[in-house]
C-alpha cells in the first residue's frame, strides 16, 4: 500500500488535517447556512481551487520536461483584462478576451519552447517578467475594482451547496483526466518527456504536443486569474498571482510527478494542491507571525518532500536495522593483598 504513487502525499494531507483538528476540536466542523456549506474544510476547497487549476495546467507541462514560471503573471493578465472589458462589454465577452489572451500567452510559451527550442525555465521567465508590465499596461498600473454581480459571482457563489470555484477546477480535472486517460494522449505525452529522442525517432511530433500542454497551461492560469480577481472584486497587476508559479510548482512534485518528466499524476497534484492550501490555513489557523510563515511553510514542505523520498525512507529503514555491536565485557581480576 505505501508503494502507490498517492499514499504518501494523502498520508501528509490526512496528518496535517488531523494536527488542525488536535490545535482546534472545531476544524473539521461544517455548517449549513442558506443552502451553503460553511467551515474550514470548504474554505480550503474554495480558496484551493486556483492553485488545482494552475497545478493541473503545470502537470502536463512538466510531463514533456517543461516548466512554466509565467503562470502567476498570466493570473494578472486574465484579470486585469476580464476587469477593464468590463467597464464597456458584457460578463461574457469580458471572460472570453481575459481567456483568449491568454491562450495567445500560452501558445507563445510553446512557440519558443517547441519552435524556438529555447529552455523551457528561460523561455517563460521572459513572460513571467513581461506579463507583470503588459498587466499593468492593460489595468493603466491602477488596481481596477468591480461590482458586476455576475462576475463577482464567479468565487463567491454556491452550487449544489459547494463553492462554484472548486466545482470550475473539478470539472476542469475531470475533463482533463477523461482526454489523457481514455486516449493516446496521456501516453504520447510521457513518452515525449521520458525519452524525447526515442519519441523524435519513432515519428512522434512531440513538437506540437508540448506546444499544446504550454496553451493548455495558459488556459487553466486564465481561468485561475478569473477566479481570483473575482474573489478579491478587483484586478492588481503586481500581486494577483504573485508567486503561485512556486506553490504549483510545489503541488505537482508532491503529487508524486517528477520534473525530470514521463509519468505524472493529475489526482496526486491536486491532493498536492490542497496540501498546501491545508497549510497556508494552518498558518492563519495558529496565528503564526507574518515574518515566520514563510520559514514555518518551508519546514513542513521539507519535512513532506523528505517523507515522500524512497531514498530517504529507505536509508532510515538501513539505520534501524543495522547490527549493534557486541557488548565488550571487562574481566576484573581479584587480587588477594596481604596484610
Known amino acids: 500500500m505505501t508503494r502507490h504513487r498517492l499514499f504518501w502525499p494523502a498520508a501528509a494531507l490526512i496528518a496535517l488535517l488531523l494536527g488542525n483538528l488536535v490545535v482546534s476540536p472545531r476544524f473539521f466542523a461544517i455548517e449549513i447556512r442558506d443552502g451553503h456549506l460553511y467551515g474550514n474544510l470548504i474554505d480550503i476547497l474554495r480558496n484551493g481551487s486556483p492553485l488545482i487549476l494552475i497545478a493541473v495546467g503545470m502537470t502536463l507541462v512538466v510531463a514533456t520536461r517543461g516548466i512554466d514560471l509565467s503562470v502567476g503573471a498570466v493570473v494578472a493578465v486574465s484579470g486585469g483584462m476580464a476587469c477593464v472589458q468590463l467597464g464597456s462589454t458584457s460578463v461574457v465577452v ?28 528561460v523561455a517563460t521567465l521572459i513572460l513571467m517578467v513581461a506579463g507583470r508590465g503588459l498587466a499593468q499596461l492593460i489595468t493603466g498600473g491602477q488596481i481596477v475594482t468591480v461590482s458586476s454581480g455576475p462576475y463577482l459571482a464567479i468565487a463567491g457563489s454556491y452550487l449544489l451547496t459547494l463553492p462554484l470555484s472548486f466545482l470550475i477546477a473539478m470539472a476542469v480535472y475531470a475533463l482533463t483526466s477523461l482526454v489523457v486517460r481514455r486516449s493516446a494522449l496521456g501516453m504520447l505525452l510521457e513518452s515525449v518527456g521520458g525519452n524525447p529522442e526515442a519519441s523524435r525517432l519513432s515519428g512522434l511530433r512531440s513538437g506540437r504536443l508540448i506546444w499544446l500542454c504550454y496553451v493548455f497551461s495558459g488556459l487553466c492560469a486564465g481561468i485561475a486569474g478569473l477566479i481570483i480577481s473575482s474573489n478579491v472584486t478587483g484586478a492588481d497587476g503586481n500581486n494577483a498571482g504573485l508567486w503561485i508559479e512556486l506553490d504549483a510548482i510545489l503541488a505537482v512534485v508532491i503529487g508524486g510527478t517528477q520534473l525530470t518528466g514521463g509519468r505524472f499524476s493529475l489526482g496526486g497534484t491536486v491532493i498536492g494542491a490542497l496540501l498546501i492550501q491545508t497549510l497556508t490555513t494552518t498558518v492563519y489557523a495558529l496565528g503564526i507571525p507574518s515574518q515566520e510563515t514563510l520559514l514555518f511553510k518551508a519546514v513542513v514542505v521539507t519535512i513532506v518532500c523528505l517523507v515522500q523520498s524512497p531514498a530517504f525512507r529507505a536509508k532510515l529503514v538501513r539505520r534501524r536495522r543495522r547490527p549493534q555491536p557486541p557488548a565488550v565485557t571487562v574481566e576484573t581480576e581479584k587480587v588477594e593483598v596481604a596484610s
Open 94 to 121: 469580458a471572460v472570453a478576451l481575459a481567456l483568449g489572451l491568454c491562450l495567445v500567452l500560452g501558445a507563445w510559451n510553446g512557440w519558443l519552447v517547441a519552435g524556438l527550442k529555447i529552455q523551457p525555465i
